[in-house]
């Protein structure tokens, strides 16, 4: 390798570098890497699909705490 050969090299070398170190610590963990993850799961459905399965599950502890209170009235009354 000649002499302009390396100085190239070690331009993109430091270049690679620099690029590499910017996309490492790019926006991962900021407020606003949250907030587009967000964006992304609520324009896929994700959240929604969350929020079913906890309002299914709160349904199903409702419907058991129902079951319950009738099973007690009806032991009351006997």
Do not use: H, P
């Not at 331009?11 to 926006?27: K, N, T, W």
């Not at 407020?31 to 993850?37: C, F, G, H, M, P």
């Amino acid at each position: 390798m000649n002499k302009d050969q390396r100085k190239i090299v070690k331009r993109l070398v430091l270049i690679f570098l620099a690029c590499a170190s910017l996309v490492a610590g790019g926006c991962e963990g900021t407020d606003t890497r949250e907030q587009v993850d967000d964006t992304v799961e609520e324009m896929a459905g994700k959240k929604d699909l969350e929020r079913y399965k906890q309002m299914k599950d709160n349904l199903g502890e409702i419907q058991t705490q129902q079951t319950d209170r009738y099973r007690q009235l009806d032991e009351d009354t006997n």
